[in-house]
């Protein structure tokens, strides 16, 4: 046995493929839509939702017994909004341009569906560690999606990854640009990164038949 | 035993193998259509699928014949420096083969990758699923070369069509399932992914591109512009084409939508056919007529000066937007689908004057999007079940009320 039980494992492993929150639960698209265009804001984006969610996770799985289920839900609000402050105070600190281009989104973790529906389903019935381990599971499988869409509209749109030009230049003409080639500008706008996520989506449930709903 | 029985025998024999839905595929096409009642029939009509779609395609040849000449009068007409076509429609200046032949080796790699790479896909999808190939994309391959720019890269248009008919259309379950239309959405992804082929003043001459990268890279040659009416209008500036041209279509733009009295003519035929709603093209036009009066009425009462950006295409003669851009092709050729458009004769009303009217709208409102059409038949796409279903529901509240002051 490891540092973690069979049960704990499944924690983190199902959120990232049978369960997962984006493709299964269908929660936190909006910002899953809004800031993939860059791999880079995917994946600080992942970052501060692990951070966000884990650390929410274990406080309101701490505070469960003695938060008065009637104002629950302004309690849980306090703690992910104090946590989204410091991830916004800690990204305008040390990754200026990056917290820019994600704008408002980091400060939206706050309403992001998969957060409050872990603190309710989860956190408020578990005990910390279980609760971490969920937090983290669930933004581990919110970040594969995200840097999957990242990953593809990045190449795609702008033939670069992480800021790196891995296609070529395509204003010098090199690279795969030289034969023709060109960015799909297409790839740069929201649509396509639900388009992205409705194939993850499509896939996922033809290779797993039991994900399929039925009517 | 004939050769169709052999076939059919064939393919009894082989049913349930990989490869069928490909064969059978190719055999309806030859013979039959997809299922054929056996015993008492009870309405004997000849127009399935296939026929249908292919009066749709017999209609838009026309329009192809007159794109393949027109590319290479636009071509010659910008590089050659030869006279403009002066004696109507028939001039002998436009209908030459060498007009044709330029126009006719650009436009044929693009009906081919059109048709290739989307029956491809539908092959491909029809085995997966294990049933008949259907003949959905007969018109939209046709429709696709149509409403491009002539110099668009073939690989460009491949990837769109893969789009189109994945996205488009099968994932909603194939032919005649799809929300959208499926030509629309390989041109939309088109004019989002890759603008510069899509728009401007230089892609809609042959070889004009080109001819822009040669000077970038330092040649010394003369530019050549292509500017469309829209373009032209859009900038407040003088149109370089007079009425009769854009009716009769020696204008530049994408390969099949220029020739406004070609379309006419196929808009008829399919009326007369009746496969195309002729509620659905009267109602367009006359929301774009609308919309066009409103605007010349806003000119004409001084709200809107030659100082505002918008005066250019507001004060145009309000029936000219029928004849410019892709207004009457769109119409005539996409908002009829009968998958996407509205089914209900009162629907189609709403339906269509709503594409007319939103597409002069966008037309006007924001030059950066100059093919209103296209997104206004894709809106319209949209609501076009909401519209259906408030005409139904309306149907049916006045038969209850009916019913009621009967029965009281």
């Known amino acids: ?215 | 035993m004939g050769l169709k029985e052999n076939l059919h025998n064939f393919k009894v024999k082989n049913k349930g193998k990989k490869w069928l839905p490909a064969f059978s595929a190719i055999h309806t096409f030859l013979f039959l259509p997809n299922e054929v009642t056996h015993n008492g029939t009870h309405i004997k009509a000849a127009d399935d699928l296939k026929r249908t779609m292919n009066t749709v395609i017999m209609a838009m040849v026309p329009c192809l014949i007159f794109g393949m000449f027109n590319a290479g009068y636009q071509h010659h007409l910008a590089f050659d420096g030869i006279q403009a076509v002066s004696g109507g429609f028939f001039s002998a200046e436009f209908w030459t083969l060498d007009n044709f032949l330029v126009g006719f080796w650009k436009i044929l790699p693009l009906v081919i990758v059109s048709y290739g790479v989307g029956l491809g896909i539908e092959f491909i999808f029809a085995i997966i699923k294990g049933h008949e190939v259907e003949e959905g994309y007969l018109v939209t391959g046709m429709l696709v070369p149509l409403i491009v720019p002539i110099d668009i890269p073939l690989w460009m248009l491949a990837v769109a069509v893969v789009f189109g008919v994945v996205i488009g259309k099968e994932v909603f379950g194939g032919t005649g399932m799809n929300i959208l239309n499926p030509a629309l959405t390989i041109r939309a992804f088109l004019f989002f992914a890759y603008p510069t082929w899509m728009s401007g003043d230089k892609v809609w001459v042959e070889g004009a591109v080109a001819r822009d990268r040669a000077i970038a890279a330092g040649e010394n040659l003369d530019a050549v512009s292509g500017e469309t009416i829209l373009g032209s209008l859009a900038q407040g500036k003088e149109v370089a084409h007079s009425v009769a041209d854009m009716f009769f279509g020696f204008i530049p733009g994408s390969i099949g939508e220029t020739s406004t009295l070609l379309i006419i003519l196929g808009g008829l035929f399919l009326i007369f056919a009746k496969i195309g709603s002729w509620r659905i093209m009267l109602s367009s036009v006359l929301g774009a007529l609308a919309v066009g009066l409103i605007f010349n009425q806003v000119v004409d009462a001084g709200v809107i000066t030659e100082t505002s950006k918008f005066y250019g295409l507001m004060s145009t003669p309000f029936w000219h937007h029928l004849l410019i851009g892709g207004f009457a092709f769109g119409t005539v050729f996409m908002a009829t689908d009968p998958v996407t458009a509205a089914q209900t004769n009162k629907g189609k009303w709403y339906y269509g004057f709503f594409v007319g009217f939103i597409s002069i709208l966008i037309r006007v409102f924001n030059p950066a999007y100059p093919e209103g059409v296209m997104l206004a038949i894709l809106l319209m796409n949209v609501f076009a079940p909401t519209i259906d279903h408030y005409v139904v529901q309306g149907n049916v509240k006045k038969r209850k009320k009916r019913l009621k002051v009967k029965t009281a």
């Open chain 1, 1 to 215: 046995m490891g540092l973690l039980s069979k049960k704990d494992t499944k924690l983190i492993t199902d959120p990232l493929a049978d369960n997962n929150p984006i493709t299964i639960q269908v929660l936190g698209i909006c910002s899953a839509l809004a800031i993939t265009a860059e791999l880079k804001a995917s994946i600080v984006m992942s970052i501060s939702v692990m951070f966000v969610l884990g650390l929410g996770n274990v406080v309101i799985s701490l505070m469960r017994n003695i938060i008065p289920s009637k104002i629950r839900i302004i309690v849980q609000l306090t703690v992910v909004a104090a946590l989204v402050i410091i991830v916004d105070q800690v990204l305008k600190a040390f990754a200026y341009e990056l917290s820019k281009t994600l704008s408002v989104f980091v400060g939206l973790i706050i309403t992001n569906c998969i957060i409050m529906g872990r603190f309710e389903a989860f956190a408020l019935a578990n005990g910390p560690w279980k609760s971490f381990l969920d937090g983290i599971g669930n933004s581990l499988g919110y970040g594969v999606i995200l840097i999957i869409v990242g990953f593809f509209r990045e190449l795609l749109g702008s033939g670069t990854l992480l800021g790196f030009p891995v296609l070529g230049d395509p204003i010098a003409k090199t690279g795969l640009y030289a034969i023709g080639y060109e960015n799909n500008g297409f790839m740069l706008l929201s649509p396509m990164a639900l388009i992205v996520v409705g194939i993850i989506i499509w896939v996922q449930r033809t290779r797993n038949k039991a994900l399929v709903e039925d009517h």
